[in-house]
């Protein structure tokens, strides 16, 4: 849940509907107030965790769905992406998704993008969380390098015409290359929208016929890697 325009009040009372049921959540972007009154709610055999630096709180319990074991490749252009990028990775890492990074590598110095490509394939991401702002170009060069899907993120950072994430949204919208875009900032639902690719069904296999592959196994690769037509 987002906590950001949430009274305190407000937030702690959903809160505790959660904890009361047994059930445990994440809120995103909850003020200084909102951290100190959520964290009054654990204990310390169960307590209220702060995650990316505060940005995003932890309550304890389950979330509902199961996700099986997976990896997600982590991008971000600039160190000005990286509290953005942490959002995504430290839920994540919570949901027992294993995420793979690399952080400084946008197009400015596309020899760093090359290298952090050459490891991070290494780890066989099933899709890519890719972070940029400015002019958001990041997404569009990654989607062209690599097999597994990309989803960018525009982020509130540049200046000027198009600055705070308008120019970078609009750049990944008209990519040429096919990546999938989230709002400006949008880490939290760019994370949710990966993950549901590693859930675990839990109910019954709808109707329609048999899937073109097992669940969970991944589309055969060709050559040495993804990075074979470059390199």
Do not use: W
Not at 123 to 138: Q, W
Not at 176 to 198: E, G
């Amino acid at each position: 849940m987002l906590g950001e325009g949430k009274t305190v009040a407000h937030l702690v009372g959903i809160a505790r509907a959660f904890l009361r049921d047994g059930r445990g959540a994440f809120v995103s972007r909850p003020t200084v107030a909102q951290r100190r009154a959520l964290a009054s709610l654990g204990t310390d055999r169960a307590p209220v965790r702060e995650l990316a630096g505060g940005r995003l709180l932890r309550l304890p319990g389950p979330v509902g769905a199961r996700y099986r074991a997976g990896t997600v490749g982590l991008l971000a252009a600039g160190t000005s992406d990286v509290p953005v990028a942490e959002e995504s990775r430290a839920l994540l890492e919570e949901l027992g998704v294993r995420v793979v990074h690399a952080y400084d590598v946008g197009v400015a110095g596309l020899h760093r993008l090359l290298r952090a490509l050459e490891e991070t394939e290494r780890a066989a991401p099933e899709a890519y969380l890719v972070f940029a702002g400015r002019e958001g170009a990041l997404p569009t060069v990654v989607a062209g390098l690599v097999r597994a899907p990309v989803v960018g993120v525009p982020t509130s950072v540049g200046y000027g015409r198009g600055g705070r994430g308008g120019a970078a949204l609009n750049a990944m919208l008209q990519s040429c290359a096919p990546i999938a875009v989230v709002n400006i900032d949008a880490a939290v639902p760019a994370a949710l929208f990966v993950a549901q690719r590693f859930a675990v069904p839990t109910g019954p296999r709808p109707h329609g016929g048999r899937r073109g592959r097992r669940e969970g196994r991944r589309p055969s690769r060709s050559g040495p890697g993804a990075l074979s037509k470059v390199f």
